[in-house]
Structure formats: C-alpha cells, structure tokens
C-alpha cells in the first residue's frame, strides 16, 4: 500500500479525533492555538463572588468563565504552573482561554463557552471599602482597562472612561482607597468602585469622564 496514503489515513484519523473531542461552542480544535504556560499567582473573582481569572506570576492576566474557574482552582493551586491555549490581545498582556492542562502530559480540557466579552457587572448589596497597592490593570479580553488589581488580588471594577480620567492615580505602584459594592470571602474580592482617592480620608466619587 501507497506510504503517503496510509499517511493521510493517520493523520485524517488524529483530525477526527480532534474535531470529537472539541466542545459544541467551538468550530475548531483550540489546542492548534499558541500555548501560555505560567505560575498561579492568584485567581480573581467577580463582584458575584464566581471565579472568573487568574493571574499568572509571569504577568499575564488569564479570561476564564465561572464553571472552568472553578475546575481549574481545584485542579491547579496557587503557585503551580498551567497550560492556557487561546487568545492574547493585541495591545495588553490578557488571554483569553480556550482550553488548560496542569501540565503538557495532561490531556487538555476544553472551554466550551468562551468569555469573548465580560459581562455586566453583577449588582450587588454589600458595600465594601478596600485599600491597598495597584498591582496591574484589569483587562476586557479586548485588552481594554476596565479596572484595576491590587496586589492583593482584589478586583477593583470601573468603566473604561473613568479609568482614562483617573490616568496615573491608579497606575501600578499607586496607593488607592475605594469604595463600592461586591463581594468578598476567602475566596477573593472584587466590587465596582463608587469613590475612590489615596486614602480613606480622601475620597471622591469615581469619574464618569
């Protein structure tokens, strides 16, 4: 039998392979992506209290939707590496994942809805009041700053324009004092910042523009 025909045998075998075991929200195999492998610095939370990031101590901030947050915190602790293939922006060092591995021996599991935009930020009731050291932006997968992180981990959320009106007050480095509802337990913490400013003592109300 023809060599180069039982190599189009194998390798259309392993496509198909790879097409069933893609997940029904993608029309491709993810794993044909740019793999970013890092060390958990610490996962994010959303004002809703649902893991949906992480940070990697290399520097890269990582997209997850809440149900894949949750299997990859248990899988993969702080401090151990991960696997992320997907999509990095342009112009911010955030990636989107389209699927994770603990490891490169590990079989990857696929993210079968991707966050391809956050969503709105969920309402809530309690009010909280954090202070501590900007760490980095908090990115949109568009690679968009609508917050900030704090070296803490605490997600500090705002609209894109009151991050371009606060400019070099919340750059990293920056002491901050905010104010806002969300959400917080030992799982992280994150709100959506009402007033904001250096200190406790001198807060004002975020900037729409």
């Given at each position: 039998?023809?060599?180069?025909?039982?190599?189009?045998?194998?390798?259309?075998?392993?496509?198909?392979?790879?097409?069933?075991?893609?997940?029904?929200?993608?029309?491709?195999?993810?794993?044909?992506?740019?793999?970013?492998?890092?060390?958990?610095?610490?996962?994010?939370?959303?004002?809703?209290?649902?893991?949906?990031?992480?940070?990697?101590?290399?520097?890269?901030?990582?997209?997850?939707?809440?149900?894949?947050?949750?299997?990859?915190?248990?899988?993969?602790?702080?401090?151990?590496?991960?696997?992320?293939?997907?999509?990095?922006?342009?112009?911010?060092?955030?990636?989107?994942?389209?699927?994770?591995?603990?490891?490169?021996?590990?079989?990857?599991?696929?993210?079968?809805r991707p966050w391809w935009r956050l969503p709105d930020v969920a309402s809530s009731t309690v009010m909280l009041s954090v202070e501590g050291e900007v760490r980095s932006p908090y990115f949109s997968p568009q690679g968009e700053a609508v917050g900030v992180i704090l070296t803490d981990g605490t997600v500090i959320r705002m609209p894109p324009e009151s991050v371009a009106a606060l400019g070099d007050k919340i750059k990293p480095?920056?002491?901050?004092?905010?104010?806002?509802?969300?959400?917080?337990?030992?799982?992280?913490?994150?709100?959506?910042?009402?007033?904001?400013?250096?200190?406790?003592?001198?807060?004002?109300?975020?900037?729409?523009?």
């Amino acid at each position: 039998m023809d060599r180069r025909f039982l190599a189009g045998v194998v390798l259309s075998a392993a496509a198909a392979a790879a097409v069933a075991q893609t997940p029904p929200g993608l029309w491709f195999d993810p794993t044909q992506l740019p793999s970013f492998t890092g060390n958990v610095e610490c996962f994010l939370v959303n004002t809703a209290g649902e893991t949906d990031g992480l940070l990697f101590r290399e520097g890269p901030q990582v997209i997850i939707p809440p149900p894949v947050g949750e299997s990859v915190r248990k899988a993969v602790p702080v401090g151990r590496p991960l696997v992320v293939w997907g999509i990095r922006a342009r112009s911010a060092p955030v990636i989107t994942m389209l699927a994770w591995a603990p490891d490169t021996s590990t079989e990857p599991s696929f993210v079968e809805r991707p966050w391809w935009r956050l969503p709105d930020v969920a309402s809530s009731t309690v009010m909280l009041s954090v202070e501590g050291e900007v760490r980095s932006p908090y990115f949109s997968p568009q690679g968009e700053a609508v917050g900030v992180i704090l070296t803490d981990g605490t997600v500090i959320r705002m609209p894109p324009e009151s991050v371009a009106a606060l400019g070099d007050k919340i750059k990293p480095g920056a002491r901050l004092a905010v104010e806002g509802r969300g959400s917080e337990s030992e799982r992280g913490r994150a709100l959506l910042a009402e007033r904001i400013g250096p200190s406790p003592d001198k807060l004002e109300p975020v900037p729409t523009k």
